[in-house]
């Protein structure tokens, strides 16, 4: 939010002047609801292209599109985004996580890791299968998006304000010593903007739906539940017994929603992990659906879900913790300050360890945790004695500590 779109003002220029600003964009606001539309100008998007690191510089799909908006629109569609959450709960499914207030993404990386094991206990023939969305929120198309939220039942007004953010929006490449030649956008949700992640989840449900309640589509039945779906927002895991019956109906629903929607998934890219199969039945699957087979572990939302649930912890704890006592080795002779230090290790080292803690179901040894210990206190006191008392640098700042979890 705090970026500066085409017209160059941030978010404190709006903060210092609210007094004068926010009168006439509430009426602005309001009006929209109606048949006001909004300024082409107001709609416009500057585009900041970022190199892929250790790729081609001279092809276009190795940069990566960043797209600031005006803030007046962020704002806009942040109002627009804070309405619909309390509602998401009840229109999106629980195996949907992604940008739901209340859900986290360990939730399906745990019931990932938990499936596996089911699989491997009961000796059921299974499939993971993690789908590669080709440009996802890209390539969603408005005539469906704003008939499914007619369908959904959100007023005419609210649905007309989300229609004037889509009204031949436009957007402009911002490259160094070149003139900028607005184009108009189409289709897709747009990047930068607080309402789209929202609308790209709604658009997605009723793809997620159908798959759930195909009764020919398996998953894995479990009590009273049977577990189909995994998603954070386009990285969908499917967890699919009768793979290869499940498959044939999953392909002719993926082809059919695309052609409503312009949702898109290259299965040539995704990935499929088989459980327990044998390999004539493995063998048709990579055949008839082309889809690229891993044996051992399977890529999901950050972490490496393994077909042997023992290897659930080699396959990602002492990688991570290899990176980061390297990354703090290489650090060490770096000119940070202490407490530049003391943050490094809050903002970059931390982080790392907690996501794989929360994400996965596996316990961390006593002898991990102190070799992380002893790297991080070596990259903060450069290898010296230690000056400050470790209960200083723990207390929290409100009693005269550094606040250092």
Request: with cysteine; aromatic share 8%.
């Given at each position: 939010?705090?970026?500066?779109?085409?017209?160059?003002?941030?978010?404190?220029?709006?903060?210092?002047?609210?007094?004068?600003?926010?009168?006439?964009?509430?009426?602005?606001?309001?009006?929209?609801?109606?048949?006001?539309?909004?300024?082409?100008?107001?709609?416009?998007?500057?585009?900041?292209?970022?190199?892929?690191?250790?790729?081609?510089?001279?092809?276009?799909?190795?940069?990566?599109?960043?797209?600031?908006?005006?803030?007046?629109?962020?704002?806009?569609?942040?109002?627009?985004?804070?309405?619909?959450?309390?509602?998401?709960?009840?229109?999106?499914?629980?195996?949907?996580?992604?940008?739901?207030?209340?859900?986290?993404?360990?939730?399906?990386?745990?019931?990932?890791?938990?499936?596996?094991?089911?699989?491997?206990?009961?000796?059921?023939?299974?499939?993971?299968?993690?789908?590669?969305?080709?440009?996802?929120?890209?390539?969603?198309?408005?005539?469906?998006?704003?008939?499914?939220?007619?369908?959904?039942?959100?007023?005419?007004?609210?649905?007309?304000?989300?229609?004037?953010?889509?009204?031949?929006?436009?957007?402009?490449?911002?490259?160094?010593?070149?003139?900028?030649?607005?184009?108009?956008?189409?289709?897709?949700?747009?990047?930068?903007?607080?309402?789209?992640?929202?609308?790209?989840?709604?658009?997605?449900?009723?793809?997620?739906?159908?798959?759930?309640?195909?009764?020919?589509?398996?998953?894995?039945?479990?009590?009273?539940?049977?577990?189909?779906?995994?998603?954070?927002?386009?990285?969908?895991?499917?967890?699919?017994?009768?793979?290869?019956?499940?498959?044939?109906?999953?392909?002719?629903?993926?082809?059919?929603?695309?052609?409503?929607?312009?949702?898109?998934?290259?299965?040539?890219?995704?990935?499929?992990?088989?459980?327990?199969?044998?390999?004539?039945?493995?063998?048709?699957?990579?055949?008839?659906?082309?889809?690229?087979?891993?044996?051992?572990?399977?890529?999901?939302?950050?972490?490496?879900?393994?077909?042997?649930?023992?290897?659930?912890?080699?396959?990602?704890?002492?990688?991570?913790?290899?990176?980061?006592?390297?990354?703090?080795?290489?650090?060490?002779?770096?000119?940070?300050?202490?407490?530049?230090?003391?943050?490094?290790?809050?903002?970059n080292i931390l982080p790392r360890l907690l996501f794989l803690f929360q994400a996965l179901p596996v316990a961390?040894?006593?002898?991990?945790?102190?070799?992380?210990?002893?790297?991080?206190?070596?990259?903060?006191?450069?290898?010296?004695?230690?000056?400050?008392?470790?209960?200083?640098?723990?207390?929290?700042?409100?009693?005269?500590?550094?606040?250092?979890?």
């Amino acid at each position: 939010m705090k970026a500066p779109g085409p017209d160059g003002f941030h978010g404190g220029y709006y903060k210092t002047f609210k007094k004068i600003l926010l009168p006439h964009l509430t009426n602005l606001f309001n009006a929209l609801r109606g048949e006001t539309r909004l300024h082409p100008d107001m709609t416009l998007a500057d585009i900041a292209l970022l190199p892929k690191e250790g790729r081609d510089a001279s092809r276009p799909e190795n940069y990566r599109p960043i797209s600031l908006l005006n803030f007046d629109i962020k704002l806009l569609a942040k109002i627009l985004a804070d309405r619909l959450n309390p509602m998401l709960t009840s229109l999106i499914h629980p195996d949907q996580v992604g940008f739901i207030p209340g859900r986290q993404l360990y939730e399906n990386t745990r019931r990932g890791a938990d499936l596996v094991w089911w699989a491997g206990s009961t000796r059921t023939p299974s499939l993971l299968l993690s789908l590669d969305a080709e440009k996802a929120f890209d390539r969603v198309t408005w005539p469906f998006l704003f008939r499914l939220l007619v369908r959904l039942g959100l007023p005419d007004n609210f649905i007309n304000v989300i229609k004037a953010l889509y009204e031949n929006p436009r957007a402009q490449i911002k490259l160094q010593g070149a003139s900028c030649s607005p184009f108009t956008i189409s289709n897709g949700t747009r990047q930068g903007c607080p309402l789209s992640p929202i609308l790209f989840v709604l658009a997605l449900e009723p793809l997620l739906t159908r798959i759930r309640q195909s009764p020919h589509i398996q998953g894995v039945p479990l009590g009273n539940h049977r577990f189909t779906v995994s998603a954070y927002a386009d990285d969908i895991l499917l967890s699919l017994t009768d793979p290869l019956r499940s498959m044939r109906h999953l392909h002719d629903l993926l082809t059919h929603y695309g052609s409503l929607s312009g949702f898109k998934v290259n299965l040539t890219k995704s990935q499929a992990m088989p459980l327990h199969m044998s390999p004539e039945m493995v063998a048709d699957m990579a055949s008839g659906f082309r889809i690229p087979i891993v044996r051992t572990s399977l890529k999901y939302l950050g972490v490496s879900l393994t077909s042997d649930p023992t290897r659930l912890f080699s396959a990602n704890i002492p990688p991570v913790i290899r990176q980061i006592k390297k990354d703090l080795e290489d650090w060490t002779e770096k000119p940070i300050s202490w407490i530049g230090r003391i943050h490094s290790v809050k903002m970059n080292i931390l982080p790392r360890l907690l996501f794989l803690f929360q994400a996965l179901p596996v316990a961390v040894t006593r002898r991990d945790l102190a070799g992380i210990q002893s790297a991080i206190d070596a990259f903060v006191w450069q290898n010296k004695r230690r000056r400050v008392a470790r209960k200083i640098l723990y207390r929290p700042k409100t009693r005269g500590g550094l606040g250092l979890p």
